[in-house]
């Protein structure tokens, strides 16, 4: 077996398998938020059953491994009688993921919101559905905006997990690089460099906006 | 009739009894104020009449209303009581004309048109009309304040309640506050308001209630319950109060 040495075209294909990580990313955090959403909202809900439920779904998806979600959903669902294609089983995963923690980050930016601003809304003879849409869930958002982005990072670096099941996204495609190569450190520096060009801006970016929503200043 | 009729209240926090058997008559277009100190269970009595506390047993009429479990009577009545808070909670991300608009166009739908009418009408009554595009972090205390009273008036309540509106302010700002709730007294709101403004109460309330220990102590005309109180406590309260 001839090793070839790391070179553009390499550079090129990892530049195109950072596109299927930014996808993956996408599908995860679109599917993830309105998930989370739900998820955060019953959180909250009056019903204690509600609360119990979505409390219970946040521990299970914090308290097990991204690794097991994923091998449930392309091992698992495929013995069902469900092939899924490798993009499918990674997108419902991570989108799985992503709500377990949204939902939890979710509820804790709605809790933080004053409840005088509760009370003000109620008195105005405003329904629930009201308050949240009009009151609660605006000023919650701005709160939710730097560490959603902040967790938006954990997720692009995240996605690396379904090269495991053969979706050749950044770190995937690093490993196929360095198999016919053999220059880890070449190959997974350039790799690792790629992934902190996406992440860097984001952090800078949930840093900015936590400067520029004022976060936390009384209202 | 009366437009507010409190009946045998009782309140309880946990253990602790706040009102022990409350009643109290308000006829339309009469101002009352409660006083009293602090844990006098004035704020909670103000509370438990638009519902935001709910009460162990009596029985609470007000603006035809009754204070019930039920929320959509109680949205009902709330559409027709308005509350305004120490803490002015004006809503920080919407602006001041928002703030007034949001519960007329949501709540009674009224058009938009209709109801930018009636916050430029409110916030002209409070002294405002150059803010209505201002967010509540631009503004003073004082002003906020007013854009709150505003907010509540843009519902046109039959009954508006005061919980210490002006005890986050400085005595300045005070006075603007007072003096639009001053106006509404000539105007014929009926008004309940918990205060510490003792002139003020002396001045624009035809009634003044003095509370004690969760109870009703003493009450009557203003002029008469400030110049001559009936029983030790409200005398010294009175004294206490001239510094």
């Not at chain 2, 009366?2 to 009469?30: M, P, W, Y």
């Not at chain 2, 009554?125 to 503004?139: M, N």
Request: glycine fraction near 8%; proline fraction near 4%.
């Amino acid at each position: 077996m001839i090793l070839r040495s790391f070179g553009l075209n390499d550079l090129i294909f990892l530049l195109e398998s950072l596109r299927w990580t930014l996808v993956l990313t996408a599908i995860a955090l679109t599917f993830g938020s309105i998930a989370g959403l739900v998820i955060a909202l019953l959180r909250v809900s009056q019903l204690r059953v509600l609360r119990i439920l979505s409390g219970l779904y946040i521990q299970i998806i914090q308290g097990s491994p991204v690794l097991m979600i994923l091998f449930l959903s392309y091992y698992g669902l495929s013995l069902m009688g469900f092939q899924l294609p490798a993009l499918v089983a990674a997108s419902i995963s991570m989108s799985v993921y992503v709500s377990g923690y949204l939902g939890e980050i979710w509820r804790g930016c709605i809790q933080s919101v004053a409840k005088p601003q509760w009370e003000a809304s109620e008195s105005l003879g405003m329904t629930r559905y009201q308050q949240f849409r009009h009151i609660i869930l605006p000023q919650a958002m701005r709160i939710a905006l730097p560490p959603t982005t902040g967790f938006a990072v954990q997720v692009v670096k995240n996605t690396s997990i379904t090269s495991i099941i053969g979706f050749v996204e950044l770190s995937r495609a690093g490993q196929l690089i360095n198999n016919s190569t053999f220059q880890p450190f070449r190959v997974f520096l350039t790799v690792a460099l790629i992934y902190f060009a996406v992440c860097y801006p984001l952090s800078r970016l949930s840093g900015w906006l936590e400067r520029k929503l004022h976060v936390g200043s009384a209202h | 009739m009366s437009e507010v009729r409190i009946e045998e209240v009782h309140k309880s926090f946990g253990a602790v009894e706040v009102l022990k058997g409350v009643s109290l008559n308000v006829e339309a277009g009469q101002v009352v104020a409660l006083i009293g100190r602090s844990g006098s269970g004035k704020s909670t009595l103000l509370r438990c009449i638009n519902g935001l506390e709910t009460i162990q047993s009596g029985r609470i009429e007000i603006a035809g209303h009754e204070v019930t479990q039920d929320k959509a009577k109680l949205r009902a009545l709330r559409t027709e009581v308005g509350i305004v808070f120490q803490s002015y909670n004006l809503f920080p991300h919407l602006s001041v004309g928002e703030n007034i608009m949001l519960a007329p166009r949501i709540v009674k739908n009224v058009s938009a048109a209709q109801a930018r009418t009636v916050a430029q009408d409110v916030l002209n009554l409070v002294g405002l009309s150059e803010k209505f595009g201002a967010y509540p972090d631009q503004l003073s205390g004082g002003q906020q304040q007013r854009v709150a009273i505003a907010r509540s008036l843009a519902m046109h309540p039959k009954v508006m309640l005061f919980d210490e509106v002006t005890s986050a302010l400085d005595p300045e700002l005070t006075e603007e506050v007072l003096n639009v709730m001053e106006k509404l007294a000539r105007d014929g709101m009926t008004m309940i308001l918990v205060t510490h403004e003792m002139g003020f109460a002396r001045r624009v309330a035809s009634t003044t209630v003095f509370m004690h220990q969760g109870k009703i102590w003493e009450q009557g005309p203003s002029p008469t319950l400030f110049a001559d109180p009936q029983t030790p406590e409200l005398r010294q309260f009175v004294k206490s109060d001239v510094k």
